[in-house]
């Protein structure tokens, strides 16, 4: 089994920063690619941004330039450096590994973290 611990998360004014880390473990040889999601309340999950094993990334056009993702692949952990926040980044924001491989050959399957609240206010 496989758990991913979320955090990071609070309240921060308009224009802040912060960083969410997202730690995997449990039985992992290797994870496909991780991705940050995030939730606003009444609005669809939306993929924000993505790292693959071999380090290729891509971003929401909303936070591109703003975001940055990264991973520590010694501790399986992403992480989400988010700087230049806006009201709208009020989310709930969850991490996704996707591709998760217990050992060659033997795939386990994707996982989601429980979630981290952002909230952008002033």
């Known amino acids: 089994q496989v758990q991913l611990v979320e955090s990071g998360g609070g309240l921060v004014q308009p224009g802040g920063s912060l960083r969410l880390s997202c730690a995997a473990s449990?039985?992992?040889?290797?994870?496909?690619?991780m991705r940050w999601y995030r939730q606003a309340p009444g609005k669809q999950r939306e993929l924000v941004a993505a790292?693959?094993?071999?380090?290729?990334?891509n971003y929401a056009d909303s936070v591109k330039g703003r975001f940055t993702i990264s991973k520590d692949n010694a501790k399986n952990t992403v992480y989400l450096q988010m700087t230049s926040l806006k009201p709208e980044d009020t989310a709930v924001y969850y991490c996704?590994?996707?591709?998760?491989?217990?050992?060659?050959?033997?795939?386990?399957?994707?996982?989601w973290g429980q979630g981290t609240q952002v909230t952008v206010s002033s």
């Open positions: 790292i693959t094993r071999g380090g290729n990334t």
């Open positions: 449990g039985s992992i040889f290797s994870i496909d690619a």
């Open positions: 996704n590994a996707d591709g998760v491989w217990e050992r060659v050959g033997v795939r386990s399957g994707d996982y």
